[in-house]
């Protein structure tokens, strides 16, 4: 291919995106300036966030413009370097957008390491999702031997680590998610202790049943009727990591039925936290001792994680559509290249 | 008085509640077992979370059963003491509930200092309401020169020491309060920076209008419509410590439109943190340290406070009813005896 593509934003979503709102452009690869490498990507990820960024809307990140790539990370390989810091050949984990190549500084690329995990794993458990999931749990969470932690949208990238940390830790995990597959994987595949599909009936009735002692720490990664079950099971000194709603990202559904006012007594009579985070604000701090961590426990297996991976750039936009519906089942990958 | 009267909960109110819900038992003075302690109150400390205990809810305690006395506080004199560790005339704080004389174990009751304060201020600002105002800032609020505070019922006994403590921290504070004579007090005598009356129209643009930067920390102290208005105006990393939600005890009253939804994306999108908690949580760790650091500054006048005093213990229904629908001003208590 000599060309370049880009998915840029043609339109912004009303509700749930549609492929109107993406584009495909292409034209020539481009040249980097001095000091610049060019990268071509190798495997884009498509994480729920985007969907934020998509629409005009108070969040911590400015909206895409319109004309402008979707946001989206990737791992690529440098076939041109401008840079003393890398060669030509090397891998690096960037944020470029939905497009085959870039041009970037050196500073905004991280170097991925080629070797004990496949290099997929970067864009997941060990990238963004998964350093999502450590940080809720180490700094929001903070699970204890013998609690019990349920976690919503259990099969996906963030959600699957949760639970493996919360294990780790000692504490009983109850996982929610979307499909009895889903559910059947949490439990034989990443050792939860329980799974549940949000769809069950009596759903709150349900979960009641898998969390006889309450809930320590419900980890809030989808939004929706979820919290309605949880707030009632949730313990004195229940922690609550907030850091994904995609639910309520096509903005038309609702958190259950009204429930702002029990949802603050309870937070009063129960001593709850409710902490709203983004994985970046704890970067600085805490991701060298993630690698450190999670880096060979993923790679001893011990961290086990499951992807679903889509062939083509041109795909990206279907992909993320279904994502937003939960039709993915693990982390959502697009292969753009080979390597 | 040579008889002992008290006031038992005669029914559960439905909604607010009415004189009915109290009836005023007479009989006589308790006699002290070995090791025990009798006392004579001499204040009264009335409080909104004993609405809370009047029903049966879901809380951090029991409720009061029907024919015990009402839950609360009080300074009294030890008139006669089987114990090595007080002497009659030793004054203590101890919950012994709305009555005139008590038994108590040596162990529930806290000596009160005579001399630097008058002994109402152990009922309040330097007793739970101060304490709670305190650890509500100290530990989850975390007041920064520069920030904004804003602080609902303002003008009680916590919410006054909520502000005291946030200009003390160098932050800029706004008061809200139930009436143009306690907005007016905030800003005159306690020093902060502006007050707005609740009842104040189109009541969100106000606040915005006294919130240029948004605000850092919400003393989340009185529950109902404040948090609509409050939430939009939540910078990133903002702290909402939650310690009463009075608006919401009655029941009837709702947090305002259905916001449920906004206020996780919020949660989310600005990395907020909502901490509910109740004082007796930090009382180990904390509270020496607020008797050390407070207490000098009450005693200088360096800290101001208020209070509203009513007659005899018969009163204490009637003012409690009040002070849930926002007729006090200042800390309520009753006084019950002569020193």
Chains 1, 2 share one sequence.
């Not at 912004?12 to 690869?29: C, K, M, Q, S």
């Not at 180490?138 to 976690?151: D, L, N, R, S, Y």
């Not at 639910?247 to 949802?263: H, I, K, V």
């Not at 983004?278 to 450190?292: P, V």
Request: aromatic content about 6%; glycine content about 10%.
């Amino acid at each position: 291919m000599s060309a370049c593509s880009r998915i840029v934003l043609a339109g912004r979503p009303a509700g749930a995106p549609t492929l109107d709102n993406f584009h495909v452009e292409t034209g020539p690869i481009p040249v980097p300036a001095s000091g610049q490498l060019l990268v071509r990507t190798l495997y884009l990820s498509l994480d729920p966030y985007v969907r934020g960024r998509m629409s005009i809307a108070p969040s911590y990140a400015q909206p895409i413009a319109i004309g402008d790539p979707i946001e989206g990370e990737v791992v690529a390989e440098v076939v041109q370097s401008r840079s003393s810091e890398y060669l030509e050949g090397d891998l690096v984990r960037s944020k470029v957008g939905w497009c085959t190549h870039a041009t970037i500084r050196p500073e905004h690329a991280r170097r991925v390491q080629v070797g004990s995990v496949p290099i997929t794993a970067h864009l997941g458990v060990l990238g963004m999702p998964g350093f999502t999931a450590y940080v809720g749990m180490k700094v929001i969470g903070q699970p204890k031997p013998g609690e019990t932690v349920a976690v919503s949208a259990a099969a996906g990238p963030v959600g699957s680590l949760v639970g493996q940390l919360a294990k780790l830790a000692g504490a009983r995990v109850v996982g929610i998610a979307g499909s009895a597959a889903k559910c059947h994987f949490l439990v034989s595949a990443l050792g939860f202790d329980a799974a549940l599909d949000r769809h069950t009936e009596d759903f709150s009735r349900a979960l009641q049943d898998l969390c006889p002692e309450g809930v320590d720490i419900y980890f809030e990664n989808a939004g929706g009727a979820i919290w309605p079950a949880v707030l009632p099971l949730l313990n004195r000194y229940a922690r609550v990591p907030v850091c994904g709603l995609v639910a309520l990202y096509n903005s038309a559904q609702q958190m259950g039925r009204d429930s702002l006012s029990e949802t603050m007594l309870a937070v009063l009579r129960r001593s709850l936290l409710i902490r709203g985070f983004i994985n970046s604000e704890f970067a600085s701090e805490h991701y060298s001792q993630f690698l450190r961590e999670i880096g060979p426990l993923v790679a001893n297996g011990r961290i086990r994680y499951r992807e679903h991976i889509v062939e083509g750039l041109e795909s990206a936009p279907s992909a993320f559509i279904g994502m937003l519906e939960g039709r993915n089942f693990g982390k959502l990958l697009v292969k753009v290249a080979n390597a």
